[in-house]
């Protein structure tokens, strides 16, 4: 069992920065693929990026161009750059984990593993 931990999280304004990472303990092989997903309140939760482990990366539509999702092997952990945020980034970031590759990378039924997630709030 893979534990993660996320950090980072915060307030910023509009157009601001923030950058997230989740720590994982505990991958036994290169083919965990890692996501972060968010949920704003009243809102299902939605997949915002994806990386496998040849570092071949997905990214919703509402953050391409935005957000940067990155590996740090050698530490075991993930990072998520945020940039040009806005009012509807505001929710709680998780980050998400399963080994082997999947279909539906932006999808939260795919993975296994979970953090307890961290909050990001844009005004």
């Known amino acids: 069992h893979v534990q993660l931990v996320e950090s980072g999280g915060g307030s910023v304004q509009a157009g601001g920065s923030l950058r997230l990472s989740c720590s994982a303990s505990?991958?036994?092989?290169?083919?965990?693929?890692m996501g972060w997903f968010r949920q704003a309140p009243g809102k299902e939760r939605e997949g915002v990026a994806a990386?496998?482990?040849?570092?071949?990366?997905t990214y919703a539509v509402s953050v391409k161009g935005r957000f940067t999702t990155s590996k740090d092997n050698a530490k075991d952990t993930l990072f998520l750059q945020m940039n040009n945020l806005n009012p509807d980034d505001t929710a709680i970031y998780y980050c998400?984990?399963?080994?082997?590759?999947?279909?539906?990378?932006?999808?939260?039924?795919?993975?296994?593993?979970w953090g307890q997630g961290t909050q990001v709030t844009v005004s």
């Open positions: 990386i496998d482990g040849a570092d071949i990366t």
């Open positions: 505990g991958i036994t092989d290169s083919t965990y693929y």
């Open positions: 998400a984990g399963r080994y082997g590759d999947t279909s539906y990378p932006l999808g939260e039924f795919e993975y296994a593993d």
